[in-house]
């Protein structure tokens, strides 16, 4: 199928939409560029998991039912986040009286694991100039596997490294207990604020000792709650989603 | 109830400390990655243990039956305990009836599990935990905060005063060798005049009526081979089918809990030499429940390494008791709701849902995910607390209706930019105590996307 023939469905979860539309902007520009069949569905909102992850099942099922009513006609489902991905792809309810059994799921794909699992993009045309420093939201790391991760005993692979190392200038940095949480973790960030800060401050401080000039992700969340942290303490780290660099940002 | 987060906080008052607990039980993780990394088929291992205990936990029934048959024809004596009453009650008529008063034990969570310690004492019998970490928490009259590690929320010097107060070491005295010393002395005396031990059980072979126990100090082996009257205490989930399967799990117990290739102790107990008594009680205590419930029934696998604590970000830095249960950290999180939800509900919440604990789990339990699905449960159980509900009330208003989204979205992020930080940043708002809100864009995503749409 040739790519204008694709028809993608792109999905901007609320809190990008909201205090990150840059974000959704570089992945419409970037997906733009290649000639896809896109399309961003106008009424679409949130696909529920602040209220699944706070135990409310009921509630949270709505916003299954009207997010596939909003993409089911789309050959992909785009979102540059891992985790209302992950939230989409597994715990998003069957339910069949609404014509939902989740064939859809497996067509709905984080925006790196699109453009390199289905697109195979060989080349990045993009320069970012800068000592970058990686960080492996749990979502896309452990849940949708865009990496390997450090407790199983397999070969390395990163789905995100292989697109950032074809960024021109750019410098990755690594640092320590790369893949332990940043302690986000949605609702969680908020009723257990002590140990979620702690994470966090453990995160930067592991971020600031390997020289990092920007931090990135492929969840603007945990780059949230760390930017968050890291501006009360004048830090003076900056954070970027993945699909920003990938776009070209300079 | 169980306050996870407030027993969290009060955790990290102590700073220092909090970041030494989290420190040195990231160092048993990372012990454990590196003995993972000698063996080339872990993963293929993990299957296979899981494999194994699913297999024999819908097979529970017709293993438990050869599992008693064999062990009754090697000689031992076969008990049957519902719960943890009758597990103790069944204790306290052995040793009464030999007019035993005291009775050494090496580390059994399932005893804990029971509240064994404290129903011996109450009756008058004399109980001595003599694995050294166990022996510190019992001196301090406090339960373990950690399944392998017991006393690894106590400092050296608190250990050298209560050694001196009950052991009497040398007051003052921190250095971990001489302790120990002292401890063993002590201990010594306990174990070389036991009439009776107890243990709990790593696992059960059905096919040859024997248990394996696997410990590091060997002092399970000395209570055991120098009383007359042994008694296992077996939940009913230890069993294995037999000595095939056997390496699986002792390959994967060690390396998992402590990063060493194998504990320094394995021992088959398979049948009581002459003149001895051997007793097994296999105890039920919510087990089959949990099995038959069909939900959960896969936590049953769990073979006690405490690899998913040890790895848990959480659990590292909010410490074993924040937890209120005899199980801490993600494992403990799972079991503590099954036993009782009112109390427990908290748990399930007391995760990033990061994912570490099932990634290092040797038997794949999907602890995170079950842990999702228990939030589930605790709100349908509605133990959600008012000003939670009403949060997440409003929260579902807001981001369902497109409307109410785009508006309030707009004035949110507006009234956030205008507002006085005191009133954005106060000490009732979880987010804003150490975290500054992002910048605020001048317009939405969406508000964009419909002009680039007109802009063509």
Redesign the interface.
């Given at each position: 199928m040739s790519r204008d023939r694709i028809r993608v469905g792109l999905f901007?979860p609320?809190y990008?939409?909201?205090?990150?539309?840059?974000v959704?902007?570089a992945v419409?520009r970037f997906l733009k560029k290649l000639n896809l069949d896109l399309e961003?569905p106008?009424?679409?909102?949130?696909c529920?998991q602040?209220?699944?992850?706070?135990?409310?099942?009921k509630?949270s099922e709505?916003?299954a039912v009207?997010f596939w009513k909003l993409f089911s006609g789309f050959d992909y489902v785009v979102c540059p986040s891992a985790s209302c991905v992950l939230h989409v792809r597994?715990?998003f309810p069957d339910l069949p009286e609404d014509g939902m059994e989740g064939s859809f799921r497996g067509k709905t794909l984080e925006f790196v694991e699109f453009i390199h699992d289905i697109l195979r993009l060989e080349k990045i045309e993009a320069s970012f100039p800068h000592k970058v420093a990686l960080i492996h939201g749990?979502?896309g790391?452990?849940?949708l596997r865009l990496e390997s991760?450090?407790?199983?005993?397999?070969s390395y692979f990163s789905k995100n490294m292989e697109l950032l190392r074809q960024v021109r200038g750019i410098r990755m940095v690594t640092y320590d207990?790369e893949d332990?949480?940043c302690?986000?973790?949605?609702?969680?960030?908020?009723?257990?604020?002590?140990?979620?800060?702690?994470?966090?401050l453990?995160k930067l401080k592991s971020l600031t000792a390997c020289g990092a000039e920007y931090v990135t992700g492929n969840d603007m969340s945990c780059l949230?709650?760390l930017?968050?942290?890291s501006?009360?303490q004048h830090l003076g780290l900056k954070f970027i989603h993945i699909a920003e660099i990938l776009n070209g940002a300079v | 109830m169980i306050d996870?987060?407030g027993n969290?906080?009060a955790f990290?008052r102590d700073k220092s400390f909090?970041e030494w607990h989290?420190e040195t039980l990231?160092h048993v993780r990372h012990k454990r990655?590196m003995a993972?990394?000698g063996?080339?088929d872990?993963?293929l291992l993990r299957e296979k243990a899981s494999a194994i205990k699913e297999h024999t936990l819908a097979n529970l029934h017709d293993y438990l039956l050869e599992f008693e048959k064999n062990a009754l024809r090697n000689g031992w004596v076969i008990h049957w305990a519902s719960g943890s009453d009758l597990h103790n009650r069944i204790i306290l008529d052995i040793l009464s009836e030999e007019n035993i008063n005291e009775v050494v034990k090496s580390k059994s969570m399932l005893t804990e599990e029971c509240g064994l310690n404290v129903f011996l004492e109450k009756r008058g019998i004399r109980i001595i935990d003599t694995d050294l970490g166990e022996r510190i928490v019992q001196l301090a009259e406090t339960p373990p905060s950690h399944i392998v590690l017991p006393a690894i929320h106590m400092k050296k010097k608190e250990i050298g005063e209560l050694f001196h107060k009950h052991l009497h070491s040398a007051p003052g005295s921190e250095d971990p060798e001489y302790l120990t010393r002292v401890a063993r002395e002590n201990l010594r005396i306990h174990l070389k005049n036991a009439k009776a031990a107890i243990s709990g059980v790593n696992f059960g072979l059905a096919d040859s009526g024997a248990i394996v126990v696997c410990t590091n100090e060997g002092n399970a082996d000395m209570g055991i081979h120098h009383a007359d009257i042994y008694i296992a205490s077996m939940g009913i989930e230890k069993l294995i089918p037999g000595k095939t399967e056997l390496p699986v799990f002792l390959e994967l117990l060690a390396r998992s809990a402590t990063g060493q290739p194998i504990t320094a102790y394995t021992s088959h107990l398979i049948k009581p030499p002459p003149g001895k008594t051997y007793h097994i009680i296999l105890v039920d205590n919510g087990r089959a429940d949990i099995l038959s419930g069909n939900k959960y029934g896969e936590v049953l696998k769990c073979i006690r390494c405490g690899a998913c604590i040890n790895?848990c970000?959480?659990y590292r830095?909010?410490g074993g008791y924040s937890y209120g249960f005899t199980i801490p950290g993600p494992i403990g999180s799972v079991l503590a709701p099954l036993k009782n939800m009112k109390k427990y509900h908290a748990l399930?919440?007391?995760?990033?849902?990061?994912?570490?604990c099932?990634?290092?789990c040797p038997v794949k339990i999907d602890l995170h995910?079950i842990l999702?699905k228990l939030?589930?449960?605790?709100?349908?159980a509605g133990s959600?607390s008012m000003a939670?509900r009403l949060m997440?009330f409003i929260?579902?208003q807001v981001?369902?209706?497109?409307s109410l989204?785009s508006i309030l979205?707009f004035f949110?992020?507006r009234l956030l930019k205008y507002l006085p930080s005191f009133m954005v940043y106060h000490r009732f708002n979880?987010?804003g105590?150490?975290?500054?809100?992002?910048g605020?864009?001048d317009?939405?995503?969406?508000k964009?996307?419909?002009e680039?749409i007109k802009r063509g």
């Amino acid at each position: 199928m040739s790519r204008d023939r694709i028809r993608v469905g792109l999905f901007i979860p609320c809190y990008i939409d909201q205090f990150y539309p840059q974000v959704g902007k570089a992945v419409y520009r970037f997906l733009k560029k290649l000639n896809l069949d896109l399309e961003y569905p106008m009424d679409q909102t949130c696909c529920g998991q602040p209220l699944a992850n706070s135990g409310m099942r009921k509630e949270s099922e709505k916003y299954a039912v009207k997010f596939w009513k909003l993409f089911s006609g789309f050959d992909y489902v785009v979102c540059p986040s891992a985790s209302c991905v992950l939230h989409v792809r597994e715990h998003f309810p069957d339910l069949p009286e609404d014509g939902m059994e989740g064939s859809f799921r497996g067509k709905t794909l984080e925006f790196v694991e699109f453009i390199h699992d289905i697109l195979r993009l060989e080349k990045i045309e993009a320069s970012f100039p800068h000592k970058v420093a990686l960080i492996h939201g749990c979502h896309g790391l452990r849940g949708l596997r865009l990496e390997s991760s450090s407790e199983l005993n397999v070969s390395y692979f990163s789905k995100n490294m292989e697109l950032l190392r074809q960024v021109r200038g750019i410098r990755m940095v690594t640092y320590d207990r790369e893949d332990e949480c940043c302690g986000f973790g949605g609702s969680f960030s908020v009723f257990e604020e002590t140990v979620s800060v702690r994470m966090g401050l453990d995160k930067l401080k592991s971020l600031t000792a390997c020289g990092a000039e920007y931090v990135t992700g492929n969840d603007m969340s945990c780059l949230m709650h760390l930017e968050g942290l890291s501006h009360r303490q004048h830090l003076g780290l900056k954070f970027i989603h993945i699909a920003e660099i990938l776009n070209g940002a300079v | 109830m169980i306050d996870h987060a407030g027993n969290a906080a009060a955790f990290n008052r102590d700073k220092s400390f909090a970041e030494w607990h989290n420190e040195t039980l990231w160092h048993v993780r990372h012990k454990r990655d590196m003995a993972r990394n000698g063996v080339v088929d872990w993963e293929l291992l993990r299957e296979k243990a899981s494999a194994i205990k699913e297999h024999t936990l819908a097979n529970l029934h017709d293993y438990l039956l050869e599992f008693e048959k064999n062990a009754l024809r090697n000689g031992w004596v076969i008990h049957w305990a519902s719960g943890s009453d009758l597990h103790n009650r069944i204790i306290l008529d052995i040793l009464s009836e030999e007019n035993i008063n005291e009775v050494v034990k090496s580390k059994s969570m399932l005893t804990e599990e029971c509240g064994l310690n404290v129903f011996l004492e109450k009756r008058g019998i004399r109980i001595i935990d003599t694995d050294l970490g166990e022996r510190i928490v019992q001196l301090a009259e406090t339960p373990p905060s950690h399944i392998v590690l017991p006393a690894i929320h106590m400092k050296k010097k608190e250990i050298g005063e209560l050694f001196h107060k009950h052991l009497h070491s040398a007051p003052g005295s921190e250095d971990p060798e001489y302790l120990t010393r002292v401890a063993r002395e002590n201990l010594r005396i306990h174990l070389k005049n036991a009439k009776a031990a107890i243990s709990g059980v790593n696992f059960g072979l059905a096919d040859s009526g024997a248990i394996v126990v696997c410990t590091n100090e060997g002092n399970a082996d000395m209570g055991i081979h120098h009383a007359d009257i042994y008694i296992a205490s077996m939940g009913i989930e230890k069993l294995i089918p037999g000595k095939t399967e056997l390496p699986v799990f002792l390959e994967l117990l060690a390396r998992s809990a402590t990063g060493q290739p194998i504990t320094a102790y394995t021992s088959h107990l398979i049948k009581p030499p002459p003149g001895k008594t051997y007793h097994i009680i296999l105890v039920d205590n919510g087990r089959a429940d949990i099995l038959s419930g069909n939900k959960y029934g896969e936590v049953l696998k769990c073979i006690r390494c405490g690899a998913c604590i040890n790895t848990c970000p959480v659990y590292r830095r909010s410490g074993g008791y924040s937890y209120g249960f005899t199980i801490p950290g993600p494992i403990g999180s799972v079991l503590a709701p099954l036993k009782n939800m009112k109390k427990y509900h908290a748990l399930p919440f007391a995760s990033t849902l990061c994912g570490s604990c099932s990634d290092v789990c040797p038997v794949k339990i999907d602890l995170h995910e079950i842990l999702f699905k228990l939030r589930y449960d605790a709100v349908d159980a509605g133990s959600l607390s008012m000003a939670k509900r009403l949060m997440l009330f409003i929260l579902d208003q807001v981001l369902y209706r497109k409307s109410l989204y785009s508006i309030l979205g707009f004035f949110g992020t507006r009234l956030l930019k205008y507002l006085p930080s005191f009133m954005v940043y106060h000490r009732f708002n979880g987010w804003g105590k150490s975290r500054d809100f992002p910048g605020i864009p001048d317009q939405s995503f969406k508000k964009w996307y419909k002009e680039e749409i007109k802009r063509g």
